[in-house]
């Protein structure tokens, strides 16, 4: 399995708006076969009555062009489209009612009340807030409402009526928005479960790159440096130390040098090691240390600055091409030393270590710690910083 196979699944949102563009469609249609049918049985007995055709076609055109322009996009229309259809039925309503007039009964005007009913059903598909809904809902009862009292037949009748559109937009606007959340958590649970998916495919991959770099580059290049096929000294130390990087690398240990403070010191010594120099770097206790994973950057950026001049100086100046370096974390402090066996210098003399004090006791004490530098000729040098570490809290 590669991160080609790992293919994003269907939006399960895509799919619930689908669905609402769909039952859009059905309660529409369902409306007007719902209302036709009811007027054919009527014998079109309100087609007569003043302008109610008007009225009529007006509330079943608006419907069929939301239905036509779903069809023709294969989404759900704007919501300002279907505002526009809502504000026509709610407007057609009392009108009707008005003209019907005496002609009017419980069963209303054949159309428009079963038409307003289901009318309601799209505010809830439509609208995704509570305070939306209600508001469609009470102009739609609203008008209905008025539409009874223009009528004048018993006005209390209207409120079956009312309550019944009310529960058709409520429900419906619940279930949708429950269906939508779900589909939201299903969707999010996709993306997780896929990022987990490529993260197990990158770490299969690395895996299997990581044996043919072991079995084959790294125990040649372990075995160059090992067992004396390399004469000299100091290409051997260098292919020895990318040796222990790449080991390190394969193990996962992949620290960044500007945040991880065994990471800057241990590329400075493959740098130095690069210029030719064998360096023996020992910083066991500072890697099992947990303070070194929280020590603030300036502190990083002066013990590698330290690092860099004392391991420059043995290469420039001390005749030999061996140092020791020695790191650790103790009583509250990072201590760093740098030692080697070269031609060293007097000390006491005025002019002695003016470079040195410049570039490493400055640079220590900037960041409130001390630096010592001993040296005799003949005898070797030997660098040691002592910076402390800010305390918690």
Known sequence: MTGADVRPPPSAVAGIERTRAVSMIVVQVGA?????SIELLGDWRWMTIGPLPYLLGAMLLSGLGVCALILATGAFPPRGLV??????????????????????????PGTALPYALLTAILI???FRTPAAI????????????????????AWWQALPHVAGLATNAFMVGYVTRLLTRSARDLDLARAEELQRSAQLSRERERGRTARNLHDRILQTMEALARDGWIADDGVRARVAEESRWLRAYLRGDDRDPATDVLAALEETVRQAVGGGLRVEFNAGRLRAAPERERMPAEIVEALTGVLREALTNVSKHAGVDHAVVRAECRAGAVTLSVLDQGRGFDATAPTAGLGIARSIVERVRATGGDARIEAEPGEGTHVSVRIPLPQDG
């Not at 007007?32 to 036709?36: A, E, F, K, M, T």
């Not at 469609?136 to 009528?151: E, H, I, M, P, Y």
């Open 32 to 36: 007007l076969v719902l209302c036709g």
């Open 83 to 108: 505002a526009v259809d809502l504000a026509i039925v709610t407007a057609a309503v009392p009108a009707i009612a008005w003209w019907a007039g005496d002609e009017m009964t419980n069963g209303w």
């Open 124 to 126: 809830g598909i439509t």
């Open 134 to 153: 209600v508001a469609w809902t009470a102009a739609l009862g609203g008008s209905l409402l008025l539409g009874f009292v223009l009528a004048e037949p």
